[in-house]
């Protein structure tokens, strides 16, 4: 049953991405130079797609049907939000691709996998960079300072234009067969990852075994023993039902991560001012409601988790400085691609 599931949601998503290639940038036909023209710039009402991987009831997923809300109530029903979101339309990667080319509006993906696209987004991938304690002062400096201009730049230079900085959350491992504790009890597990190196770099440093996966592949793989451990979020785990697979967590919060929200430049650029003010007004307001759910619903699958008969260690101050002594070389690895600067820079906004 479940295999049948997965090949006709295969199905759909083939079907779906292969509509984004003969419908264009926003159901319109790009000019002869390759401009994307918006649907509706004779006053009809426009029509903008929103991909993410997300499953129902995430506080991801929440915070886009909010967007889509304000936006429609704001503009009066003269912009639709068409979302596809638990990977219908493909995983973080393949819909951030189709945004950057103008085959899509919209799509959001997770800091980790946006190092595909920008090596600068890895800096939100080194171990223990982000405070949870110290998160207000990062939302801060993302929404109003000096670190979200950066990445507004960075993202625009390769076509992209960022809507929201979705709070996702910070991943802490999870196995399949072996009780984990500490770092001494993550060696030799096979973990899941995404693409970002760091995160690769980081499973290494923890002496385990990586193994890049897409996020909709890896529920099976799980199930199949491919890999028999990954990094992530309570709220997201249990969401996408991975819960049913796994049997051991521990609170590492050993990486903080977000969820994108995207929009192809040029489309942007060509949308009425009206327009375009209302989708990032509605991102400001939909975000500060995304973030305010988060804390309790991360809270919440957690307990789901051990309601379910899965053992959650709570990390200790000792257990977790051993995590952060081992993972801290990453930072040395990885400081000419990312800069010392944009380094300094999260940390300083954190101060």
Not at 124 to 142: R, V
Not at 164 to 188: C, H, P
Not at 238 to 251: C, G, N, P, Q
Request: proline residues 4%; aromatic residues 8%.
């Amino acid at each position: 049953m479940f295999g049948a599931k997965r090949w006709f949601k295969g199905v759909l998503a083939v079907m779906a991405l292969s509509t984004l290639v003969l419908t264009g940038c926003g159901g319109g036909a790009k000019n002869g130079e390759g401009e994307s023209k918006p649907a509706a710039g004779d006053g009809k009402a426009i029509t903008i797609r929103l991909a993410h991987p997300m499953a129902p009831g995430n506080n991801v997923t929440l915070g886009y049907e909010k967007f889509k809300e304000l936006v429609e109530q704001k503009s009066n029903g003269k912009v639709k939000i068409q979302l596809y979101g638990n990977t219908v339309l493909g995983s973080d990667r393949v819909t951030m691709e189709a945004v950057q080319k103008g085959t899509l509006e919209m799509a959001s993906s997770s800091s980790p996998n946006m190092a595909s696209f920008s090596p600068k987004w890895m800096v939100f991938d080194l171990p223990y960079i982000i405070s949870p304690d110290k998160q207000q002062k990062l939302y801060k400096a993302l929404d109003e300072g000096e670190l979200g201009q950066y990445f507004i730049k960075d993202s625009e230079a390769i076509g992209l234009k960022p809507i929201m900085f979705s709070e996702y959350g910070y991943r802490n491992f999870v196995s399949t067969k072996k009780e984990i504790k500490n770092a001494a009890d993550l060696k030799g597990l096979k973990v899941r990852t995404t693409n970002s190196p760091v995160e690769v770099a980081v499973a290494k440093a923890l002496g385990m075994n990586p193994a890049p996966i897409a996020w909709g592949e890896t529920y099976t793989a799980l199930q199949q023993g491919t890999v028999d451990a990954e990094g992530n979020t309570f709220g997201l785990l249990y969401d996408a039902k991975h819960h049913e697979v796994l049997k051991y967590a521990m609170t590492s919060a050993h990486n903080y991560s977000m969820h994108i929200l995207m929009i192809n430049k040029q489309y942007f650029d060509n949308l009425p001012k009206d327009v375009q003010d209302i989708l990032l007004e509605a991102g400001k307001e939909a975000l500060q409601y995304e973030r305010q759910i988060s804390f309790d619903l991360e809270q919440k699958a957690k307990q789901k988790f051990i309601d379910a008969g899965i053992k959650v260690h709570d990390m200790t101050s000792a257990e977790l400085e051993e995590m952060k002594k081992l993972t801290k070389p990453v930072w040395d690895e990885f400081n000419d691609k990312i800069g010392q600067d944009l380094i300094d820079l999260v940390v300083k906004a954190q101060e």
